[in-house]
């Protein structure tokens, strides 16, 4: 990433899903935590002070919103690649940082989860 890219985030988007490979979490959603840094070039919606000069976070959060939601993952990973992938199909974001975490899937640990960094294909 060139030292240009600011980030918009999305922090503590507290949403429920299918997830897991117990046969129990396959029947039950469960809340997983997820925050979103997509890196952009911000200075020509400074300059302008227009959306539509910036990645729009209500739009990226509204997609993942309802692709969690109605999702059905085995794991953290495949869920935070598909997050990736539906954040970076925003014009505007170069890259994307996201950490998925799944609360109190590990006894005596607040969550288990992942953080993945993921640009967009040149």
């Known amino acids: 990433m060139t030292q240009h890219h600011d980030r918009v985030r999305i922090q503590g ?12 979490e396959r029947l039950v959603q469960q809340e997983v935590l997820i925050d979103i840094t997509l890196h952009v070039d911000t200075r020509k ?3 302008s002070d227009d959306v539509s000069d910036t990645v729009n976070y209500r739009t990226v959060a509204k997609k993942v919103i309802e692709h969690v939601t109605g999702s059905r993952y085995k794991l953290v990973e495949a ?13 505007g974001a170069v890259a994307v940082e ?3 975490r799944k609360p109190g899937a590990v006894r005596n640990a607040d969550a288990v989860g992942v953080d ?7």
């Not at 988007?13 to 129990?24: D, Q, S, T, V």
């Not at 990736?84 to 014009?91: C, D, H, V, Y």
């Open 13 to 24: 988007l507290r949403l429920n899903c299918i997830i897991g490979l117990n046969e129990w």
């Open 98 to 100: 996201v950490s998925v």
């Open 79 to 91: 869920l935070a690649e598909n997050i990736a992938r539906l954040s970076l199909e925003e014009p």
């Open 45 to 47: 919606a400074g300059e």
């Open 116 to 122: 993945i960094t993921r640009r967009r294909a040149s």
